[in-house]
């Protein structure tokens, strides 16, 4: 049986509640879809929970169906025009969804008809510009990690802005992915250690760490035991005690991106900032502020673009002194949220001006110096060119002197040898 936990407040007072899709599983159309798509564990179970909502909350009321999935496909293979197929998802994706889902839960319906042989025509969609979303500010950050309820949801928020990760990979994290840190590492930093498959994708998770400081948000992190029938911390007496195979976020992507959308409201933050992806543009932000000295290649695996099926996880560049490692620590400065990182952030700053500006300085001295060299060097030339030009002049006039005495001689000795009248 796949099952889902989600969190309803609503119906079960802050209680999880697990969502038993065995009956949906059991119809034909379902089987046939999650067989031959071969869809992932979180992905079947995300699949299976929007064609759950669009039966439920759409073809029951609106399409007067049973709510079963094969009713839904014989209905569907009963249009004369599939554009009314169309028009039906469409409508459910654009009006009952959030704006960034929209287009998701289209594409979902659309697989469960595909992978039961029923072709939907091409969306005819108006041309639209695509809306561009900023990253958070760091002042935006503390405003939501204000309003947010539980630790667990702060510390999603703090995850997401220490790794940069998409959703799908931050709520895909478990215990075992940090835990060797977790038990080990003695600088602060914890590697997130997802299996290869995870790097495998066209929007691959990136290489993440967390920080000190998120780091001590999960020390603080409480889970429900079922011996002791109480909520008990995961790190007590300097000690892990956890299953490893359980989820560090145990909500889905909906309940997260409804808490954050109410911190963000509360916090006066503007909608072009995505409640969950704007963590990542301000981690791809701080990124950009190292522009000048990280590789591109570390920045790639930072972001987990153009990863691709040739690159290969290194094990050693996450470990404390690796090569990833050493730049997440030159990098963390700019992300970390607590006071004491801006002063330092500014101190570091300030402290790099004043050395641009002595090594501005200094290389100004140097030009100086080579030129009073050079000008010295032709002092030196023109004094030399001049010696001997006077030298050579000097030799030449004796040479001439002696050369007119000589012919003045000449003469004289002539006149003396004539006759005399």
């Known amino acids: 049986m796949i099952d889902t936990i989600v969190l309803d407040r609503r119906k079960q007072k802050g209680r999880p509640f697990r969502i038993d899709y065995s009956p949906l599983l059991a119809e034909s159309s379902v089987k046939r879809w999650v067989q031959f798509a071969e869809l992932r564990p979180r992905t079947q179970g995300s699949y299976l929970w929007h064609l759950r909502d669009f039966l439920t909350r759409y073809a029951v009321p609106k399409l007067g169906l049973s709510g079963s999935a094969d009713n839904l496909l014989q209905w569907a293979k009963g249009q004369a025009d599939l554009d009314n197929v169309l028009l039906a998802i469409v409508d459910f994706g654009e009006h009952l969804n959030p704006q960034y889902s929209t287009q ?22 108006r041309t639209r ?24 949801q702060k510390l999603y928020a703090k995850v997401a802005k220490d790794s940069g990760l998409r959703m799908s990979a931050l709520l895909s994290i478990r215990w075992k992915h940090l835990i060797k840190d977790l038990r080990e590492a003695t600088d602060g930093f914890v590697a997130i250690r997802f299996e290869p498959e995870f790097y495998l994708s066209s929007k691959s998770a990136s290489v993440g760490f967390l920080g000190p400081d998120t780091v001590e948000s999960l020390k603080g992190i409480t ?35 409804e808490s954050l959308n109410l911190a963000k409201r509360k916090a ?33 695996q930072f972001l987990g673009h153009s990863l691709g099926v040739e690159w290969h996880y290194n094990e050693r560049d ?15 400065p700019l992300l970390d949220l607590r006071e004491q990182a801006v002063v330092d952030q500014k101190l570091g700053e300030l402290e790099k001006s004043l050395a641009e500006k ?38 030449n006039m004796r040479e001439a002197m002696k050369q007119v005495m000589q012919e003045e001689m000449a003469k004289r000795r002539a006149e003396e040898k004539k006759p005399k009248d």
């Open 104 to 125: 998701k839960v289209v594409n979902i319906l659309r697989s469960f008809f595909h992978w039961n042989r029923l072709e939907l025509p091409a969306k005819r969609q």
């Open 129 to 152: 510009i695509k809306s561009w979303h900023r990253g958070y500010s760091r002042q935006e950050m503390q405003g939501v990690l204000g309003f947010l309820d539980s630790p667990v």
């Open 223 to 257: 889970r429900w035991n079922q011996s002791s029938s109480r909520q008990e911390p995961v790190f007590q007496d300097g000690r892990w005690t956890l299953d490893l195979e359980a989820k560090v976020f145990d909500f889905d992507d909906s309940t997260i991106s």
């Open 268 to 300: 006066g933050i503007p909608d072009e900032v995505q409640p969950s992806h704007g963590f990542r543009k301000f981690f791809d932000n701080a990124i950009l502020k190292m522009d000048e000295t990280m590789p591109q290649e570390i920045k790639n």
């Open 318 to 332: 996450v470990e404390e002194g690796g090569k990833l490692r050493e730049w997440y620590r030159k990098l963390y």
């Open 358 to 395: 002595a090594s501005h300085i200094e290389s100004l001295k140097a030009e100086l110096a080579s030129k009073d060299v050079a000008f010295q060097d032709l002092r030196v030339k023109v004094e030399t060119d001049l010696r001997r030009s006077v030298e050579e002049m000097q030799a």
